[in-house]
């Protein structure tokens, strides 16, 4: 256990379907992360949010919308998304945008049929 | 915007020692780190460095020169266990910003 919780693990939904993929970090901490990783690609940095304001986004397709209500939750909210986004969504947290380490969620396989 | 560079992948033995190069470039720099992940894993944290020379924990050890944009992961006595993917990832940019590298894949034969 990370102290970082992700769920689901598994989501397997509909390119018109709409659903959404939550964390949780217990640590404490004030800047959460989604990253995507595919099938022999780095892990790719989606978005950032430190003290719950959105610091970084890398330039994601509108059919992925973040969410921070708190320091302690993130949300990615899914909408009509494609094949080509199957892949692992990783959410991480840190301490302060410069903490030394960030701890991972073990992460949401995503199918998109 | 921050690149990174790493071997695809390294052979070992058991036993031996193995160095995994990084090269990075970015616009502000404020660290390299070294994380570990293993198949269905999620990453996890090994080392961080960020000022030039070597930092050691146990049998990892990560050397940084920011002058050369450059670090490299030294992991000694490898077990089986090591066996997995090695990151290098760089804060830069912004303090938030964690951007990591391709990623090395180590495996580990008798």
């Known amino acids: 256990e990370t102290g970082v919780t992700q769920t689901p693990r598994h989501l397997v939904m509909g390119m018109t379907n709409k659903k959404s993929l939550k964390c949780e970090q217990h640590?404490?901490?004030?800047?959460m992360y989604w990253y995507k990783q595919s099938a022999k690609k780095p892990l790719e940095l989606m978005f950032v949010?430190?003290?719950?304001?959105?610091?970084e986004n890398n330039s994601v397709p509108s059919r992925f919308s973040p969410e921070c209500p708190n320091s302690s939750h993130l949300f990615l909210h899914l909408h009509t998304l494609q094949p080509e986004d199957s892949a692992l969504y990783l959410c991480?947290?840190?301490?302060?945008?410069?903490?030394?380490?960030?701890?991972f969620g073990q992460g949401t396989r995503l199918t998109v049929v | 915007g921050q690149s990174l560079e790493q071997p695809s992948e390294v052979t070992a033995v058991e036993g031996a020692i193995v160095q995994i190069n990084c090269t990075y470039q970015?616009?502000?720099?404020?660290?390299l780190s070294w994380y570990q992940q293993h198949d269905g894993g999620a990453p996890t944290f090994l080392s961080y460095?960020?000022?030039?020379g070597l930092e050691e924990t146990g049998r990892f050890s990560s050397f940084l020169s920011r002058s050369d944009s450059y670090g490299y992961l030294l992991l000694q006595e490898l077990q089986m266990k090591d066996s997995a993917s090695y990151f290098c990832?760089?804060?830069?940019?912004?303090?938030?910003?964690?951007?990591f590298g391709t990623g090395t894949r180590l495996q580990v034969t008798l």
């Open positions: 991480a947290s840190s301490q302060g945008g410069s903490g030394t380490e960030a701890f």
């Open positions: 970015t616009s502000g720099f404020y660290g």
């Open positions: 990832a760089v804060r830069g940019g912004t303090a938030s910003k964690l951007t």
């Open positions: 640590l404490g901490h004030n800047a």
């Open positions: 460095n960020a000022l030039d």
């Open positions: 949010y430190s003290l719950e304001e959105r610091v």
